[in-house]
């Protein structure tokens, strides 16, 4: 599903150049759920960043479902994004006026979805993440759980290839946020590609593979016994 | 623009961002508002002094004798001329075609006014019936001098208003009751209305009798004519100017004065004076255009700041929209687009209510110097125009600059 050759990105800091990622290989197959981890500065946000499409890599080959990514346009790095990403943020980042239902079928909009489909298959998806009776709430009538589900269930409404969540349980409690990775473990189990970000151990053994980052490059690739979060719902 | 699912996302977006979409709206529709209504003022003080010089007939040339103070054909200066009756009707012959009214005036002078044992002192003044229409005199009750008078030296005399109230308040109306004037009766036949208190203290007794009677001889104090109107402004300004110089140039020629000695025969043209105070009114108005472009400017910088506070409040909603696959430019239109309609929605509705404002109240306002505001429906609509143009370019910028960032760092956690 993806595949990364010999990444090399470095940012430049007024006159230093600071070098973040230094070749990084790395392949994820289909229905994989694989946690990220690193300290703060070991480059995992860079990576989810160019994984994502919102950054570029200066070297290295990168592609995804078989379509090299490789100086995008941003009209066409958008209607990539759209095709086969789904992202969850660790701040939700929901449209703060829009109601739950209005925010999950905003990808489907970019979609060009007529608008009927877009409702229908918003109200799919937050029943999905239960959350079909907060279909009208407002982000800020929701609970921090309850906001990451509905990013969710927006990640998922477009049908990506792969999930790409940045510390999805960063801004929850931990009850939460074992609510939040039964979701993700249960979308996974539907044979979902999943990349989660964390730095938290309890997050990442709840995934099937950790890869470990250190200085930019990859340290340590392991598969671990699936933790499932359902034990301490 | 035609796309329904943007209508009902820009619909969805302003619906639930009422006090924005407000606080734009009323900017925009303010900004119009005051321009409409300066501009509808500026041209309600236009007609309004227009209408002040309706009070004399605007059309009047007025001459008035003095004294030369030039050397001229072996005449020493210093002397005063003298209008005569000879001067007024060869003035009226020579110039017939021009001349719509005209009438000679003599200044009754010397004499004792009596109402029974009260004495008078108003001015007496001999003219010939024409002179109402000339002095655009209203007759209030009974009648002007008429030809009749002239002709038979008839006894009689027209009051102004204000002697009616002041010396005829104990009779029911002064029509019938006599005057002495120099122990001459007078019969009251008339009482004339004029807009300023002071033109109403003059009694008016025909011409011939205050010559013949008064031992005026043939003597003229002075003659005012009025002009036939003509279609436009300029052209009556033209036609006065021409009739003054004709005049003048007539009695210059008669009493031997000097071509260049203008205080010996003052001919004065109410037109010209008009077409200075056309000439301020103008000014007037470019002043109201001045202060309407200052609000424009005002109203454009208003909206622009508007629209980069609504872009920037929004950079984390187009971060989060790109993350979701939305193109650079569908976010630049859709901003753009939001911001047109509510600019030119409360642009047309500051408009429809200024203009509606103006012609419900326009016509009641009754100021001096200000009559009936009114605005050139172009004039405004261009304005509304010009604003939306401005609203959108200033928001095109922020809205570019917006749909350029990188996503990460418009979804940074501030």
């Known amino acids: 599903m993806i595949e990364i050759k010999d990444l090399h990105k470095s940012y430049k800091m007024g006159t230093n150049s600071l070098h973040v990622l230094k070749g990084i290989n790395f392949k994820v197959e289909d229905g994989e759920l694989v946690a990220i981890m690193g300290s703060s500065g070991s480059g995992k946000s860079t990576l989810l960043n160019i994984l994502g499409m919102l950054d570029g890599a200066d070297s290295g080959e990168y592609t995804l479902d078989g379509v090299p990514i490789k100086n995008l346009s941003e009209t066409k790095a958008a209607q990539y994004r759209n095709k086969f990403l789904g992202f969850i943020f660790q701040s939700f980042n929901l449209i703060n006026y829009k109601s739950a239902a209005e925010n999950v079928a905003l990808p489907l909009y970019y979609q060009k979805v007529p608008r009927k489909e877009r409702q229908e298959k918003a109200m799919q998806y937050l029943e999905r993440v239960g959350l079909k009776p907060w279909a009208d709430h407002l982000p800020s009538e929701l609970s921090g759980g309850q906001k990451q589900r509905v990013a969710i269930a927006r990640a998922m409404a477009a049908e990506p290839k792969v999930l790409l969540a940045d510390e999805p349980t960063g801004a929850l409690d931990s009850k939460t946020s074992y609510e939040v990775m039964d979701l993700i473990q249960k979308i996974n189990d539907e044979g979902n590609t999943i990349l989660v970000v964390t730095h938290e151990e309890d997050i990442a053994h709840m995934c099937k593979r950790i890869v470990h980052l250190k200085d930019g490059v990859i340290v340590e690739d392991k598969k671990v016994e699936q933790v499932r979060a359902e034990q301490y719902v | ?414």
Not at chain 2, 3 to 14: A, C, G, H, V, Y
Not at chain 2, 304 to 315: A, F, G, L, P
């Open chain 2, 1 to 414: 623009m035609f796309d329904l699912e943007r209508w009902q996302e820009i619909f969805d977006t302003i619906r639930k961002n009422k006090l924005r979409t407000f606080l734009t709206g009323l900017s925009v529709a303010s900004g119009i508002f005051i321009l409409v209504i300066l501009l509808g003022f500026g041209q309600g003080m236009r007609n309004g002094i227009e209408n002040e010089f309706k009070q004399d007939a605007s059309t009047s040339v007025w001459v008035w004798p003095g004294v030369t103070s030039k050397e001229y054909k072996g005449l020493n200066p210093g002397r005063r001329i003298q209008l005569v009756n000879e001067n007024y009707a060869k003035a009226n012959t020579m110039f017939d075609d021009d001349i719509e009214y005209g009438s000679a005036r003599v200044f009754v002078r010397g004499v004792s006014v009596n109402y029974g044992k009260e004495a008078l002192i108003y001015g007496v003044q001999g003219v010939a019936s024409d002179f109402q229409f000339i002095e655009n005199a209203q007759i209030s009750e009974g009648r002007f001098i008429n030809y009749q008078d002239e002709i038979s030296n008839g006894k009689v005399a027209i009051i102004g208003d204000k002697i009616k109230k002041d010396v005829f308040g104990e009779v029911e109306t002064p029509i019938g009751e006599f005057i002495d004037i120099s122990g001459i009766p007078f019969k009251v036949v008339g009482v004339y209305k004029e807009m300023e208190d002071r033109e109403e203290e003059r009694i008016y007794i025909p011409i011939t009798t205050a010559q013949r009677t008064f031992n005026g001889g043939n003597r003229v104090n002075n003659m005012t004519f009025t002009l036939p109107p003509v279609e436009n402004f300029d052209k009556a300004v033209a036609q006065a100017v021409d009739f003054k110089n004709g005049l003048r140039q007539y009695l210059q020629q008669t009493h031997t004065i000097a071509p260049d000695d203008t205080g010996a025969i003052e001919v004065w043209s109410a037109m010209e004076e008009a077409k200075r105070y056309y000439g301020l009114t103008n000014n007037i108005k470019l002043f109201f255009w001045f202060v309407g472009v200052c609000t424009i400017i005002a109203g454009v910088v208003g909206v622009s700041n508007i629209m980069m506070i609504v872009v920037k409040e929004r950079t984390r909603e187009i971060g989060i929209r790109k993350a979701l696959g939305a193109k650079p430019w569908s976010i630049i239109g859709m901003i753009l687009h939001e911001a047109i309609f509510v600019t030119a929605i409360s642009g047309f509705g500051g408009l429809i209510f200024s203009m509606a404002l103006l012609e419900i109240v326009g016509p009641n306002i009754e100021v001096d110097y200000i009559m009936n505001p009114s605005v050139n429906f172009n004039v405004a609509f261009s304005t509304v125009i010009v604003l939306i143009v401005a609203g959108t370019l200033a928001g095109f910028v922020p809205a570019y600059k917006a749909a350029k960032v990188k996503v990460i760092e418009s979804l940074r956690d501030e």
